[in-house]
């Protein structure tokens, strides 16, 4: 099946909307949850409001990845002989691996260790312990998911071979 160059432009304008959701959306989630984090300090009712909403961001990178994999495919059914044997694209096929184990996996999880824990705050259970060790794990996790995405960005502008 022979692919316009028009389809594959509008692939590719697919591909990059969806890498820009899901790089907006972590980045978002690095920066807000710097915001949660001052505030649950000094009310923690309206921390865990905040949270309720933050972890809501999620579905912005499955939407993304969801974007990223149908114009990824449609452009391969194009592009495959060129790029599958490039060493930079099978780099970034690896770096979105990591995105998905990261963001996906990683962030989701901890995201719902950070619910059970706000709701343990709620009961009299101590958690200051557990809030530092929450928030420095995700911190780490969302600067990572950040840093993925600048490397995939500098793999797919500059495409050394």
């Known amino acids: 099946m022979e ?33 949660f984090w001052k505030v649950f300090l000094k009310d923690p009712a309206e921390g865990v409001r905040l949270e309720k909403y933050l972890n809501k961001l999620q579905k912005f990178m499955g939407i993304g990845m969801l974007v990223i994999l149908i114009s990824g495919i449609l452009m391969m059914v194009k592009m495959h002989e060129v790029w599958g044997a490039q060493l930079w694209f099978r780099i970034k096929m ?53 840093l993925l995405f600048i490397i995939i960005y500098v793999l797919s502008i500059f495409k050394f071979n």
Request: aromatic content about 6%.
């Open 94 to 146: 690896g770096v979105l691996l990591l995105i998905i184990i990261n963001g996906l996996g990683l962030r989701r999880m901890l995201g719902s260790r950070l619910k059970r824990t706000l709701a343990a705050y709620f009961t009299g259970v101590d958690i200051a312990e557990a809030m530092v060790k929450l928030k420095n794990r995700l911190m780490t996790v969302q600067t990572i998911q950040v």
């Open 3 to 35: 692919m316009s160059i028009t389809f594959y432009d509008a692939a590719l304008v697919g591909h990059i909307i969806g890498i820009t959701l899901m790089a907006g959306a972590a980045f978002i989630d690095l920066a807000a949850f710097q915001i």
